[in-house]
């Protein structure tokens, strides 16, 4: 069964009238490089990848949204539209809501925050095949999928640059992860064979033309199996440490320091706040080096500075754990052009650009260090660049009365 059968499946059951219903999809992502640089206004350059989150939809007729989800345990979530503002003014600590349910429904609410909508009963299903909590945004798929079904059903006319905003005001103010607006960016923008070249302080997005399939690479995921979470701990931790070091060097942001005004910084601040802003100030010219070099050179030219990411991650901004240092390393040593980590880090997957003849030597190479180090087995898989969130099929859209 397809993500998308599974999705109507659930749908069937969670209602048994057969009123309108339709499917939106969006999909991850994987960030080629550029991390930790969103929400410093810095650049970013990820791409949706070939696994989706799909979000198959009823509507009611009431005023009520139920959620249910494939890949969560426990029953559906059902709330009248008009409760989500005093839902989502709780404290996240406080609220009776499973965790997985604060991502549809906070997106729920965000977009009535954002735009004039008429918000109709609906239930929505949820399934998915992008790996929860592992670094590949399963967030932002969800949040792609149902923003871009809301937007549909509930009239909102909004635009995709616009629809990642609201996702990512659901991931801040409803869920509570202070995330920067990468991950939903690339889920609605995605295209076949690119990657997206973004402007986090402008929110242009340009695509880049990859081409790994034509030049015979491929990218494979080294899923490590160690599970983050950006609500909590280290993420907003280096979030602080990026604005105390704006603020000590007089900009709004890092995006405003170069690599040139490096050894300034270092003399201004403390030894662990500038090892944070080297690593952001070297790491968005990593990102415009690598879309010169694309153009110029190709693919296969870009993996030393995919590398210089991963160590940059790992001694400045110390976001990298020892899983994701040995599937990085195990990479290398078998072939790969370049790898590094992606995401926001303290475990989840890392990325390595090969050669697809290759690939099947990188799999091994993991696995073998992952076993003689001791940890859990990884799960390897290829990714290819793909398109973003979009309707599958919308016999709903013409169906409901405005
Ligand atoms: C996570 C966040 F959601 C993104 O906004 C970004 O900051 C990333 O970590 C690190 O580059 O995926």
Redesign the pocket.
Known sequence: MSTTDDAQALLARLTDDGGPAGTWSAPGRA?LI??????NDGF?LPFAIDRRTVAAVHVRDDARIRVASTFADGDPVEIAIADLDELFATDPAARDLPAWAGYPLGVAWALQRSAAVTPVGVDIALASDVPVGS?L?SSAAIEGAVASALNDVWRAGLSPVRLAQVGRLAENEAVG?P?????QMASFLGEEDAAILLDCRTLDARPTPLGFAAAGLQVVVIDTRVEHA?STGG?ADRRAACERGATALGVEALRDVGVADLPRAAELLDEVTFRRVRHVVTENQRVLDTVAVLAEHGPRAIGDLLTASHVSLRDDFEVSCPELDVAVEAALAAGAIGARMT??GFGGCAIALVEASGAAAVEDAAIRAFAASGFTPPRVFAVHPSAGAHPDRSSLIDSVEP
């Open positions: 960030n550029g991390e930790h640089t969103d929400y970013a670094g945004s992860a995330t920067g607006i990468m991950d950006h993420y995401g926001g």
